[in-house]
């Protein structure tokens, strides 16, 4: 049995094949391989043959516990942990999120043992990456097990973000979390400050709550009088380059912000010097909290502690400046008094980030470089015409319109120049993409001209301009315009 594995030249990808069975002589060395993924810093350990295993990208661990086999499929009595192991490496080696893997691995032994070793297959459902994860096992190890017989859960919909109802909330949360910081006390400031710089920076660039709880100790420097932030990019999904399995190797984008924020930063690094352990690189742990607040939680600062400091503060408004907490049912949010706010997520921001850039900038490219999308279209997926019909957000985007500007006219900063522009592809974007273009970047996606700089345009380039023309109609709502331009670009 055996799996694919892709490795990559100087040119391209070759696809390589190593053997998972058992008891062959020409056999991958995985237990030199596993010792690899702990010089990395994948695997927590020091033992190929150990019963218990720890994968981290080191922001999240996922411990499997091998003893806890009860049942094993027929056939594989003896071997079935071996093989586990070996699928694991295996998958790893495909170039697959590490921490993503190990958590297919641990649901299969979850399975193993509600269905007896998959004799029983009842009410069991899986999502979308453990049914082919699961397909690929049985196949590579020739088990008579039925896959059709598992059902699939629901899917999200590939639609836009359901937002807070009527983008009210966000508002609310703008005014009072600004009024907020401005009477706090210092200790309230060390708390609430992650949140108060997720808010500030996320409402413009647009950025992951998990690229936000990694960002770097150092990510403060001045140049001259301007202020730099470095933020951690999670390399895009869709894209071919090789996964990175350490947050900390993550590619930084460098973007400009105001002097007040790039001050306060600073003044929270200094405050919390004291607590902050010598050897993480993180801008946030949960020391200070610790101390501050008489807890003993984990160091490691996470999206759920995140996530927390926003629960904090929403029940804060509640019950000190007594708002109403609404909720949504059948699809209808309903309140008593005109305070109110409705539960929010942090994945929002992002959403609502890249929609202004879209509109207040009006460059669609600007905000794919941004968000680190590899294409464009992914961008126009997120612009929600709706929200922007709303008198609220509107109000809330004014402060948000001359900051996006602001960023958009310094991207150049902290970009390699090349061919008469710069290249945004730092981000590592497409680790393959230069081997396209060796010699003229002009054709390439990541290539932005300098300015003042007229090139030529390329056939590429006047593609992606009639596409960023077409989702402009879409959003004035001229649909039959759209169509027309659809049909020029092959669409329909």
């Not at 049942?71 to 697959?96: A, H, M, N, S, V």
């Amino acid at each position: 049995m055996i799996i694919p594995l892709y490795q990559k030249d100087n040119t391209a990808k070759k696809q390589m094949m190593i053997n998972i069975s058992l008891h062959k002589e020409e056999e991958f060395p995985f237990a030199d391989y596993y010792s690899n993924l702990v010089t990395e810093k994948v695997i927590i350990g020091n033992d190929y043959y150990a019963s218990m295993w720890i994968i981290t990208n080191q922001q999240d661990k996922v411990t499997i516990n091998f003893d806890s086999i009860k049942y094993t499929p027929k056939g594989l009595e003896e071997d079935y942990e071996e093989f586990l192991k070996r699928f694991l490496l295996g998958r790893i080696r495909q170039e697959r999120y590490a921490i993503t893997e190990a958590r297919y691995i641990k649901r299969f032994i979850e399975i193993g043992n509600k269905t007896k070793g998959f004799e029983v297959i009842n009410n069991i459902k899986l999502n979308k990456g453990e049914y082919y994860a699961l397909e690929e096992f049985i196949e590579e190890t020739n088990l008579n097990i039925n896959i059709d017989l598992f059902g699939a859960e629901d899917e999200k919909s590939g639609g836009q973000r359901e937002l807070a109802e009527g983008c009210h909330t966000y508002y609310v949360i703008d005014k009072e979390l600004k009024s907020f910081w401005k009477n706090a006390s210092e200790e309230e400031k060390i708390i609430y400050f992650p949140l108060y710089m997720f808010w500030i920076v996320c409402n413009v660039i647009p950025t992951r709550p998990v690229e936000f709880c990694i960002t770097q100790r150092n990510c403060v420097y001045k140049k001259g009088t301007q202020y730099y932030l470095r933020l951690k990019k999670t390399p895009n999904k869709g894209s071919q380059q090789k996964r990175i399995n350490n947050v900390d190797k993550y590619p930084e984008l460098v973007v400009p912000i105001l002097s007040d924020l790039g001050e306060e930063i600073l003044w929270y690094i200094f405050k919390t010097n004291n607590t902050h352990p010598k050897e993480s690189n993180r801008l946030f742990t949960n020391d200070s909290y610790n101390l501050l607040l008489g807890r003993n939680v984990d160091s490691l600062f996470k999206v759920i502690n995140l996530a927390g400091l926003k629960d904090s503060f929403n029940k804060k408004l509640v019950d000190e400046k007594n708002y109403q907490m609404v909720f949504e049912e059948n699809g209808v949010t309903s309140y008593q008094q005109d305070e109110w706010i409705s539960n929010w997520c942090l994945g929002d921001l992002r959403h609502l980030a890249i929609s202004h850039l879209i509109r207040d900038v009006g460059d669609v490219s600007l905000a794919m470089i941004y968000a680190a999308h590899s294409n464009i279209s992914t961008t126009c997926g997120y612009y929600n015409i709706k929200e922007f019909e709303n008198n609220m957000i509107n109000k809330f985007s004014e402060d948000r319109k001359e900051k996006a500007i602001i960023y958009g006219q310094h991207l150049e900063e902290g970009l390699p120049k090349i061919n008469g522009g710069f290249c945004t592809n730092n981000l590592g974007l497409d680790n393959d993409i230069c081997a396209l273009y060796p010699t003229d970047c002009s054709g390439c996606r990541f290539h932005i001209k300098e300015r003042g700089v007229v090139k030529e345009k390329t056939k590429k380039e006047e593609t992606e301009e009639k596409y960023n023309h077409m989702v402009k109609l879409v959003f004035k709502q001229e649909i039959e315009e759209a169509r027309e331009v659809m049909r020029e670009l092959g669409f329909i």
